[in-house]
């Protein structure tokens, strides 16, 4: 969770996934508009994990929403284990997203495997924060091969976006934009 904080939201979310899928709400009422995005809605990840551990009403939960959006991205939790079953078990299509680092790279290659295993043969890779001057980073043609996707996109590096941040998205002339 923490799209919220990326996106400057954290103070409007009242409900989130979890409360959705443990039915204290529905997902209208978790549903918030993005500013500066008029078709840009958020439904905040769960504030607890197990709170996101039932693949079957997570599917249901998406087929609900596939009637309201013509795209749901699923920002699902890095790594493996019931997250990222959950979040695979609720998909068509997958982005996986990697850093140009080998660290990153032998993540998404291992996150490649368990999305073919859940049954997601579509996937495509996105190289999130490629440096201007690559030195020392695996360079695109190494993302694809050790990832074996389609390439989506890249990227580039915007330092007023690092971790930790308090910078947002909003402003269209960023390069990350």
Do not use: H, W
């Not at 993005?34 to 990840?45: K, Q, Y």
């Not at 997250?83 to 695979?88: I, M």
């Not at 993540?107 to 999130?128: Q, S």
């Not at 007023?160 to 998205?169: F, K, M």
Request: some cysteine; charged content about 25%.
């Amino acid at each position: 969770r923490g799209l919220d904080l990326l996106l400057q939201m954290e103070e409007s979310v009242a409900f989130d996934l979890g409360d959705v899928l443990a039915g204290r709400c529905d997902a209208d009422s978790a549903l918030l508009a993005v500013p500066g995005f008029p078709s840009v809605f958020l439904l905040a990840g769960p504030a607890r994990t197990r709170d996101f551990c039932d693949p079957t009403a997570f599917r249901n939960l998406m087929t609900r929403l596939s009637e309201q959006f013509d795209f749901i991205l699923i920002d699902g939790p890095a790594g493996f284990g019931t997250g990222f079953s959950v979040a695979a078990a609720g998909a068509d299509a997958a982005l996986v997203v990697a850093l140009p680092d080998e660290l990153s790279l032998r993540g998404a290659a291992k996150a490649v495997l368990e999305l073919r295993e859940a049954g997601i043969e579509e996937a495509f890779l996105l190289v999130n924060r490629f440096p201007k001057k690559p030195r020392g980073c695996p360079g695109i043609d190494r993302m694809i091969d050790g990832t074996r996707l389609q390439l989506l996109g890249v990227v580039p590096e915007d330092a007023r976006l690092l971790p930790g941040s308090r910078e947002t998205l909003a402003d269209a002339k960023r390069p990350a934009a």
